[in-house]
């Protein structure tokens, strides 16, 4: 007789504001729930917190339909919807200044309801909730932190498992046009550089190519790993970016994935390129207490999820460095490997 395996059971708390606000703008909640329930784990709860104008929707009938739309979508995937009404203040300086904190909240609500869950995913920047994951560790639950943009340096330090959202597979769109493919040639992905040659010009850089259960196992070259890694020539890092900057696990970059031609002969080559490398996250987080006008319209959520087509992506520092308009003709001629990837593919002893 066999017993049944117990699934682990996970709660899942959405900061949705702080999160929107910071980088996560068209986030796809139904793929954070995968990524949350990895290994088939079973959802206690979903919670997403969100603002709501009231104030704003009487005389903004989109905005209405728009936000409705938006926590229609939300209670469809299993999520229950925790709205923060927005209060407005007139400041010192006279500036009329919209508030709808739901901080509090999540924090009662992951603290009480955490005695029937394994694995909690808080879904936040916000270094206020550090002692929120403290004391859920102390209950002995598994506490996971995915955020985008200016992410508390203590909350990611006190986590279980930080992982930043650019990272997770299909959970924010990808720049391009129609539907790009994440992890293949052809197509892009996002990751960190974990391995740099400086005297010869070249790197590796590491992304997750699915949402896998072992998440541990980053090591791309054993079978079983979620992991994947392409090549890069240092041309292709953005203006800004420096061979002395690397490699940083910290900097997270988006780029295109190419196929090398050549024939592979061991299990520490790679047969993808990494060209056109640019910055993901914002250069050096930005000042939140500085809102912009469309900020100052508080409470306002993106569009449903899985609609982004045609959706404006927030500005970020993207620019390339002049050198690698080269990109892949650079060691590449004609389509074939022209074997400048191949003589430094094989230096890879000290990858970790």
């Known amino acids: 007789m066999t017993s049944a395996t117990v699934p682990t059971r996970v709660g899942v708390f959405v900061d949705s504001v702080n999160v929107t606000r910071n980088g996560g703008y068209g986030m796809q909640y139904d793929v954070l729930r995968e990524f949350a329930c990895r290994g088939e784990g079973l959802a206690m709860r979903l919670n997403a917190y969100a603002a709501y104008d009231a104030e704003r929707a009487e005389s903004d009938n989109q905005y ?10 939300l209670r469809e995937q299993g999520y229950k919807v925790i709205l923060k009404n927005v209060k407005w203040y007139i400041d010192e300086r006279g500036v009329r200044i919209g508030k709808a904190n739901s901080d509090l ?29 403290r004391a859920l560790q102390s209950r002995g639950c598994r506490v996971e ?30 720049e391009g046009e129609g539907n790009v493919r994440w992890g293949e040639a052809g197509g892009k992905a996002r990751g960190t550089c974990y391995y740099f040659n400086a005297e010869k010009g070249f790197g590796f850089v590491r992304f997750l190519k699915e949402i896998g259960s072992n998440l541990w196992d980053v090591d791309s070259r054993k079978i079983g790993s979620p992991f994947a890694s392409a090549f890069f020539h240092v041309s292709e890092l953005p203006r800004g970016v420096t061979a002395d900057d690397l490699p940083n696990r910290d900097m997270i970059f988006e780029f295109d994935l190419a196929k090398s031609n050549r024939p592979q002969t061991g299990e520490n080559y790679t047969d993808l390129l990494a060209t056109h490398l640019v ?27 899985r609609q982004t ?26 389509g074939r490997d022209s074997g400048y990837v191949s003589r430094y593919l094989a230096d890879t002893n000290n990858r970790d």
């Open 145 to 174: 932190v995915v955020a985008f943009d200016n992410v508390s340096t203590d909350l990611r330090r006190e986590a279980d498992l930080f992982l930043s959202g650019y990272l997770i597979p299909g959970l924010l769109p990808l």
């Open 309 to 334: 087509e045609g959706r404006e992506r927030q500005p970020r520092y993207n620019d390339r460095n002049s050198r690698s308009n080269e990109n892949v003709s650079r060691y590449s001629e004609g």
């Open 64 to 73: 209405r339909i728009n936000q409705r739309k938006f926590y229609d979508v």
């Open 105 to 133: 909240d999540l924090a009662v609500d992951v603290l009480s309801q955490s005695q029937n869950m394994d694995r909690i995913l808080i879904a936040t920047g916000d270094g206020d909730f550090v002692q929120v994951v």
């Open 279 to 305: 910055r993901a996250q914002r250069e050096n987080g930005r000042d939140v207490g500085v809102r912009t006008p469309d900020e100052a319209r508080a409470g306002e959520e993106p569009a449903p999820a």
